[in-house]
Structures are given as C-alpha cells and as structure tokens.
C-alpha cells in the first residue's frame, strides 16, 4: 500500500492544511503535517473509482502510539454542519487505516487516533453578538457543567469506537491548550 500513495507529496504545513476555500488559515504554525485530503484523494482514486471520501485536513503521526487527525472550521460553531462532521470522521479513520496502517485492526488502531475539531469562532467578523450579561451566564454554566471538555456536534458517538479521543476546539483553546501539547519533541 505505502507504493500506491506518495507520502512525500502529500507533506506540508499545519498553516496551510488549515486554509479554508478562501485562503485563510484558521492557525498560523509552521509543524509538518500530512494534507490529510491529498491522500484520502489518493485512496478515493484506487479504491472508490474516484468517487471522494470525506476527510479531515491534516495528519500529524507523533509516534506509533500517539497520532492526530485535524479538522480546520473557519466559521462559528453554530454554522458548522454535524452530518459533515460525522462522515468525515468516519472516512478519516478508514483512509488512515488503508494508507498508513493496513496491518493494524480498526480496534488497534483507534487506540492510538485523537479527532481535534478546531473552529475559528473568536475571528469570525459575524460573531453573534451576545450581551455582557449572557456571556456571564454562560462561563458560569460551563464552569458548573464542565464544558471545556464537552465533545461538541454529535461526534461523541465515535469515542471509543473509531477514537481514543475526540477534541472540539474554539481556536484560542487549541493555540493556549493543546497545539504546544500536541508538537513538543
């Protein structure tokens, strides 16, 4: 299998996996990461008769035991699609099964992915606009339901079952939190 896809064409930066149509970048790191849509594009052309997957947009492979798959959203979370969400968590983890770790079983497998969800709601000139005292209410419910931790757009249902672990992420959260976590040696 690592023959039928070149691994070297499909490198490149976190900044630029992150690009949405327009060319704007949801987080500005220089990392190494794989264009996760490239070799899923690949995969589609041998297996699927060209008919696309879905797929998230960047692979970062740690080590053999820790390896993250990377959707970029450079929208608010309420405009983010959950249907679209869920196929592409479910056709990533296929396509990195069959591109990069074919003899390893799905269970094996997921044992070592996390799915980070990055949305750029802070940047988004649309903001919705809420009140000062709206905003208190809220960080006061988070802080009561602990919803810093709390898997958003339905993708729950793949933990445990195609994941070790799923992150759904504002921007500011990934770059303060995990980004550094993620890429240290």
Do not use: W
């Not at 490198?11 to 990392?31: F, H, I, R």
């Not at 988004?124 to 960080?139: C, G, H, L, N, T």
């Amino acid at each position: 299998m690592d023959r039928l896809i070149d691994k070297n064409k499909a490198k490149s930066t976190l900044s630029e996996t992150s690009k949405d149509d327009e060319g704007n970048a949801v987080v500005d790191y220089q990392n190494l990461v794989y264009n996760f849509d490239c070799i899923t594009s690949d995969i589609a052309d041998i297996y699927r008769a060209k008919k696309p997957h879905k797929s998230c947009d960047a692979l970062y492979i740690k080590d053999d035991a820790h390896i993250y798959l990377m959707e970029f959203k450079n929208v608010r979370k309420s405009r983010i699609p959950k249907k679209e969400l869920h196929q592409k968590a479910y056709d990533s983890i296929m396509t990195l099964q069959m591109a990069f770790f074919p003899k390893l079983s799905l269970n094996e497998l997921k044992m070592r992915v996390v799915l980070i969800v990055i949305y750029n709601d802070a940047g988004i000139i649309e903001k919705e606009q809420d009140s000062v005292s709206f905003d208190a209410f809220k960080r006061k419910m988070s802080d009561l339901s602990k919803s810093q931790n709390k898997i958003l757009f339905g993708l729950e249902i793949f933990q445990g079952i195609l994941y070790k672990d799923i992150l759904t992420l504002e921007k500011q959260e990934y770059v303060k939190t995990i980004h550094d976590v993620i890429f240290s040696k």
